[in-house]
């Protein structure tokens, strides 16, 4: 069923051959910016003996070397900027685990590249100029916030500038202001769903039809949830700034894997152990090259994000190819007593027990022994069920646990809605052992 839902289908539909000859020049001409006007590049082609010269086509990616966060941070903030200050028009940052932040740059082009992969996600979600788009996304040094702002310009819709916070407030412009799509972390979405409830307001009776929710991982189970409180079709959207902010991939009507900008952003899937490319199907690490970009073309990025592609035509009409939805980060991996255990994994086997994904996981040690407690909300239907019923319950999400992930884990059921909520990323993971603060982002 080809789709109606492009925004730039002289791209988004075009031949492979097409794709590989804009791909294979716009690689060309990054390598050569990259050696003239990056000096860590130089250096590091230099180190491998790579000249511009041998870089002939796409193909010739796996001769470069790659690009990890750390290198942003050693070369902050501006070091590996391939033009002068006085082409940028914009800087981000993201805030990382430790240390420094990244800090990211774009001209002019780089921002009107990045805001048609946003656009591209909007109109495959069904919006149309004619829309207002309602943005709580956090705007500011996050790239949610103005990343979506630009592509729903592009467009040409109606954008409404909320950001995040006063979810109260959100609900009132929702219904007051019209808002057509609306654009939040998931965990927000579900945070504004239950205060639509709270609120005694009917989600049907909201003119809302629709989302674009990315930032952090989520599942299928919450997706659902977001549609049943709003009432809309909830559609994921991938990014990073490193790459591009909101858009480098975006889910399409099909809901099969997200579509790459890959005219823009280059995917490559590697074994993080080997560094040794993976064919389509098979689960790796995602790694990007900044094919199109100026300010910032980074190379062979390394995003720790787990994922596989296909390059297969998919059913709305896309040839350009698609990634899995990212499960989880390799860093985002707790190991639990020597067991690895992924976040992604905690919130799978909550929802396979009837519960709602609002749960933190607490890792602590005691005795020289990792212990994990998982705290999990009751449903409201629960939690007037009987003293015993729920003892039931916390007994059976106990050996869920334990069968699914391989370790045990504490369970504490607490009352619902005692949980912090997120107006932007979720806090979910405390490691209290000291090792790593895994809780990336305050956005
Ligand atoms: O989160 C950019 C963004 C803003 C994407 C708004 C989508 C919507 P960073 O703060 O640099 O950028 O974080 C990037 O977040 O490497 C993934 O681990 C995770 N992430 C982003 N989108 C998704 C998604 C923005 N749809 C990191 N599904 C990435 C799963 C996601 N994880």
């Known amino acids: 069923m080809p789709s109606n839902r492009y925004f730039q289908p002289e791209i988004e539909t075009a031949s492979r051959d097409y794709l590989h000859a804009i791909q294979s020049a716009r690689l060309i001409r990054m ?16 180190e491998i003996g790579l000249l511009p010269e041998d870089i002939h086509s796409i193909d010739d990616i796996v001769k470069l070397p790659f690009t990890i966060k750390q290198d942003l941070r050693d070369n902050y903030p501006y070091g590996l900027f391939a033009v002068p200050p006085k082409q940028l028009i914009r800087i981000h940052a993201s805030s990382g685990t430790t240390g420094k932040q ?25 919006c149309t100029k004619d829309d207002y788009v309602h943005v709580s996304y956090g705007y500011g040094l996050f790239t949610g916030g103005l990343g979506l702002h630009d592509g729903a310009a592009l467009l040409g819709a109606t954008v409404i500038p909320v950001s995040s916070g006063n979810t109260q407030r959100q609900v009132q412009i929702l219904q007051d202001f019209h808002s057509d799509f609306l654009c939040c972390t998931p965990s927000y979405a579900m945070f504004i769903g239950e205060t639509v409830a709270e609120m005694g307001i009917d989600p049907k009776t909201l003119p809302l039809r629709g989302g674009l929710f990315g930032a952090e991982p989520w599942t299928p189970n919450m ?17 990073l700034s490193e790459i591009a902010g909101p858009g480098v991939s975006y889910d399409c009507e099909a809901f099969d894997g997200l579509h790459v ?8 899937i590697i ?5 040794q490319p993976l064919p389509d199907g098979e689960s790796g690490e995602l790694v990007f090259t900044c094919i199109g970009k100026e ?7 390394r995003t720790r994000d787990i994922s596989s592609l296909t390059h297969e035509t998919c ?17 985002d991996m707790l190991i639990i007593r020597g067991v690895n255990v992924f976040p992604s994994q905690v919130e799978h086997v909550i929802l396979s027990q009837g519960l709602d994904p609002n749960y933190q996981i607490h890792v602590d040690r005691a005795d020289n022994l990792d212990v994990m407690t998982v705290v999990v909300e009751l449903s409201e239907a629960m939690f007037s069920d009987s003293v015993s019923a729920i003892e039931v319950a916390e007994r059976k999400l106990k050996n869920a646990m334990l069968s699914t992930l391989g370790v045990s884990a504490n369970i504490k059921l607490v009352n619902p809605r005692s949980l912090p909520r997120s107006e932007g990323k979720a806090k979910r993971v405390f490691d209290n052992r000291g090792l790593i603060d895994y809780n990336v982002g305050n956005h």
């Open 315 to 331: 059913s709305c009409g896309r040839t350009i190819v698609r990634m899995r939805k990212p499960v989880g980060r390799s860093d």
């Open 102 to 126: 990244t800090v990211v740059g774009y001209t002019q082009e780089d921002v009107l590249h990045w805001a048609q992969g946003a656009a591209r996600a909007l109109v495959a979600a069904g």
């Open 31 to 46: 390598v050569k910016n990259c050696y003239e006007n990056v000096p860590f590049y130089r250096r590091k082609f230099d």
């Open 295 to 301: 300010a910032l073309p980074l190379v062979r990025y």
């Open 223 to 239: 997706r659902a949830e977001i549609e049943r409180l709003l009432d809309i079709k909830a559609q994921d959207i991938y990014g």
């Open 271 to 275: 074994d993080p152990d080997t560094l």
């Open 261 to 268: 900008c890959e005219d823009y952003f280059y995917p490559e």
